[in-house]
């Protein structure tokens, strides 16, 4: 695959397309969903404290931002009736192949401010998307639209507390690492793996920062996934740390009741929020 990333032409692309075509390239060269990092227990992980495994049983859900389909297969897993998976990118094929009941599932490659106004579903869900969409609300809003009266949806987010060491050096180094082709950026994140690995075994002697995501995540993923994790951290060109207060109002703004925020691992925000 080619990259014209390093081509300049005078404009700035726009950051949420241009985001989009980053992932488009990262899905392809990372294509399965391994392990825990496919597992339900990181599922579990994920929706808790708010939602808990068993409520997905029987459940309609879209998922906006499915990337290879992970979170759909964990649906899937978890027992959802039916699952509408919402990817804009090159990646929408990855997602068609990795599906393990396609049957079960509606893809529809758009963004996610074009999810159809279903007003039936049961559950929203958008893991690790909306802090990559420039203007984010259109995406929340359509999640609004789609849900049933009492339907739910479930975002999660990167955070700005708690990652005050990581944001220092992490945001610098992407103003250089968003830029760069895949093929100077594989061996950035290799440089990047083996400090990786002494870090999660000092976590287990020290309070270092992010030590509850390391112990908890980190650890749990294959060597392949770590190295995905570090990529996908420094590839797509745009990413946004929330703080609460902005990750509570994202959902609030949009009309959500009963909006609650939880601080995951103490470095990012599972937010939930009720369709009235
Ligand atoms: C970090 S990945 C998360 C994938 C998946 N949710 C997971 O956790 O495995 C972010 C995904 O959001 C998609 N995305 C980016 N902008 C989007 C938009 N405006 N609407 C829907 N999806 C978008 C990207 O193409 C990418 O696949």
Redesign the pocket.
């Known amino acids: 695959m080619t990259t014209n990333r390093n081509t300049k032409t005078g404009q700035e692309p726009d950051p949420?397309s241009r985001?989009?075509r980053?992932?488009?390239e990262?899905?392809l060269r990372y294509r399965d969903?391994e392990g825990y990092y496919g597992s339900l227990e990181l599922f579990s992980d994920?929706l808790s404290p708010f939602v808990g495994l068993d409520q997905m049983k029987g459940a309609t859900v879209a998922?906006?931002?499915?990337?290879?389909?992970?979170?759909v297969n964990m649906l899937l897993e978890a027992g959802a009736k039916h699952v509408i998976a919402?990817?804009?990118?090159d990646?929408f094929e990855v997602l068609r192949q990795n599906l393990l009941q396609p049957e079960k599932v509606t893809c529809l490659k758009?963004?996610?401010?074009r999810l159809p106004s279903y007003g039936h579903l049961d559950y929203v869900?958008?893991?690790?998307?909306l802090h990559?969409?420039a203007d984010?609300g259109p995406?929340v809003q359509a999640a609004f639209r789609a849900l049933h009266p009492g339907g739910k949806f479930l975002a999660?987010l990167y955070g700005r507390e708690g990652n005050r060491l990581y944001l220092a050096t992490v945001r610098p180094m992407r103003t250089l690492t968003k830029r760069l082709p895949h093929i100077l950026l594989t061996p950035l994140v290799e440089l990047i793996y083996w400090p990786s690995v002494l870090y999660v075994r000092l976590c287990h002697a020290f309070p270092l920062p992010m030590r509850g995501y390391v112990l908890s995540v980190f650890e749990k993923m294959s060597p392949r996934k770590r190295r995905l994790i570090i990529y996908?951290q420094l590839n797509?060109f745009y990413a946004k740390y929330y703080t609460r207060s902005e990750a509570q109002a994202l959902l609030s703004d949009q009309g959500f009741k009963d909006v609650q925020v939880h601080h995951r691992h103490g470095y990012s925000w599972t937010v939930i929020g009720t369709k009235p």
């Open positions: 949420s985001t989009i980053d992932f488009g990262q899905w969903n994920i998922e906006i931002g499915s990337g290879t389909g992970r979170l919402v990817e804009p990118s990646a758009m963004t996610g401010d869900l958008s893991v690790g998307v990559h969409i984010p995406v999660w996908d797509p």
